[in-house]
C-alpha cells in the first residue's frame, strides 16, 4: 500500500493562501492521478481537484478560481495552493492518488488545517 | 452536480452482524461508484470500486458491493471490531467527483 504524507502549517489567517505539499514514495509518482479531498468539521468529503504526474489538472468547479495545484516530480511531490480562504475552508485536507481518474486508490492520513485570525 | 445520497446516516449493530448500507445517486451513473472506510486520525480506505470489485490489497471478503444505476449497497457480511468506522460513496460518471455524506457504524 502507498503511503502518503501531508505537509503544511494547520493555522492560516482569513484571506491568506493555504498551502499544503504531499509527500510519494519515488517509485509511485510516475503514471498516477493526484488529488485533494477535504471534509470540514461535521461535514461530507469534497474533491478539490487533481493533477496528473504531467502537471495536467481538472478542478471542482466550486473552488476553480482559488485553487492551484502542482507537481515536482525531482521531489516525488504534489501541493495545493488555496487563496482567499474562510472559515468555510477549515477542514481536514487530504491527499490522494490512482491509477485512473476516477477513484482514490491510496491517501494519506490528513491534516487539520484551521482557518482563523 | 452528481448527488449522492447514503442511509442511514448511522447504524448501531453487534460484532457478527450482518450490516447493509445504502448510496443513491441523483442520475444514472452506470457502476462507477466507490465505497471508501474512514476511521479518526487514520488514512482513508478504499474498498470497492466499480460498484462490486473488491480492492486486490487485503480488503477482507466480507465486504462486498452491487448496484447499478442509482441505487448500490455495501454489505458487511458478519461485522468485525476493526470495520467500526464511518463509510462514504463516491461517484466517477462525472466531473466534479461527489461523495456521500456518509454512513456510521457504531458498537450496539
Known amino acids: 500500500q502507498v503511503q502518503l504524507q501531508e505537509s503544511g502549517p494547520g493555522l492560516v489567517k482569513p484571506s491568506e493562501t493555504l498551502s499544503l505539499t504531499c509527500s510519494v514514495p519515488e517509485a509511485s509518482f510516475s503514471g498516477y492521478y493526484w488529488s485533494w479531498i477535504r471534509q470540514p468539521p461535521g461535514r461530507s468529503l469534497e474533491w478539490i481537484g487533481y493533477i496528473y504526474y504531467t502537471g495536467s489538472t481538472s478542478y471542482n468547479p466550486s473552488l476553480k478560481s482559488r485553487v492551484a495545484m502542482s507537481v515536482d516530480t525531482s521531489k516525488s511531490q504534489f501541493s495545493l495552493a488555496l487563496n482567499s480562504v474562510t472559515a468555510a475552508d477549515t477542514a481536514v485536507y487530504y491527499c490522494?492518488?490512482?491509477?485512473?481518474?476516477?477513484?482514490?486508490?491510496?491517501w494519506g492520513q490528513g491534516t487539520l488545517v484551521t482557518v482563523s485570525s | 452536480d452528481i448527488q449522492m445520497t447514503q442511509s442511514p446516516s448511522s447504524v448501531s449493530a453487534s460484532v457478527g452482524d450482518r450490516v447493509t448500507l445504502t448510496c443513491r445517486a441523483s442520475q444514472n451513473i452506470g457502476n462507477w461508484l466507490a465505497w471508501y472506510q474512514l476511521k479518526p486520525g487514520k488514512a482513508p480506505r478504499l474498498l470497492i470500486y466499480s460498484a462490486s470489485t473488491l480492492l486486490n490489497s487485503g480488503v477482507p471478503s466480507r465486504f462486498s458491493g452491487s448496484g447499478f444505476g442509482t441505487d448500490f449497497t455495501l454489505t458487511i457480511s458478519s461485522l468485525q471490531p476493526e470495520d467500526f468506522a464511518t463509510y462514504f460513496c463516491q461517484q466517477a460518471k462525472s466531473f466534479p467527483r461527489t461523495f456521500g455524506q456518509g454512513t456510521r457504524v457504531e458498537i450496539k
Open positions: 490522494a492518488g490512482a491509477p485512473n481518474e476516477n477513484f482514490f486508490d491510496f
